[in-house]
């Protein structure tokens, strides 16, 4: 079947330092790719996509790339923020007008000043 | 543009009751899904409804039901709760064309509520 996985967290940074989140994916069929950001105490915000092979989505500073030779979409930016410290979400969808998402778990993600 | 609320944003309940979480979507938005959040068992996609009709759904049993309104509204119903019904259910709303409507690669976004939280006591 369809599945996202993520590295488990949390995962704990010092301001400033370089962020990377592994997300792998397996998938009966050519899917987009996002990732969803959630701040305590709210729903999801989309904070990029691809949407084929060898997209690069980025948003706030943050990038990841759909590799499909990996089956991979690891989120990545240069220099977190305490402002950066929530949780993400790696997930995945077929297009074609229906909206179901598969999410991974999630990582946590804290950034100490 | 008003985003996507949802009501009530907290709610109690005890087994065996039943409850009704209400969703509405953005402005011009026809496609409104569900899912629901555990610790245990992460995002998990309940349903999706368009132009008043479901056009998918997830694996939970029975008890989890839904409909949406001409407006786009959105209910969705839980029967005889059980305690492993406390979660966060979340909905999102997006344009959502038909089936044939986009081309591959297309995507119609989602916008998410922030959520009701209910507990099972």
């Known amino acids: 079947g369809n599945s996202v996985t993520q590295m488990e967290g949390p995962v704990t940074l010092s301001e400033e330092a370089f962020l990377t989140i592994n997300c792998t994916y397996t998938a009966t069929g050519y899917p987009s790719l996002f990732w969803y950001v959630q701040y305590p105490g709210e729903g999801l915000q989309l904070l990029l996509k691809a949407t084929k092979a060898d997209d690069k989505g980025s948003n706030k500073g943050f990038e990841a790339t759909y590799r499909k030779e990996t089956t991979s979409f690891h989120l990545e930016k240069g220099s977190v923020q305490v402002s950066d410290s929530a949780v993400y979400f790696c997930a995945l969808s077929f297009s074609g007008g229906y909206n179901k998402l598969i999410f991974g778990a999630g990582t946590r993600l804290a950034v100490h000043p | 543009k008003a985003g996507v609320t949802q009501t009530p944003r907290y709610l109690i309940k005890t087994r065996g009751q039943q409850v009704t979480l209400s969703c509405s979507p953005i402005s011009g938005h026809r496609s409104v899904s569900w899912y629901q959040q555990t610790p245990g068992q992460g995002l998990q996609f309940l349903f999706e409804?368009?132009?008043?009709?479901?056009?998918n759904k997830g694996n939970f049993p029975g008890r989890f039901s839904g409909r949406q309104f001409s407006n786009s509204r959105s209910e969705m119903n839980v029967s005889t709760l059980e305690l492993g019904d406390s979660a966060l259910y979340l909905c999102a709303s997006s344009s959502g064309t038909s089936g044939r409507g986009l081309s591959l690669g297309s995507y119609n976004e989602q916008f998410f509520g922030p959520g009701t939280r209910l507990t099972v006591l």
């Open positions: 409804y368009f132009s008043e009709t479901q056009r």
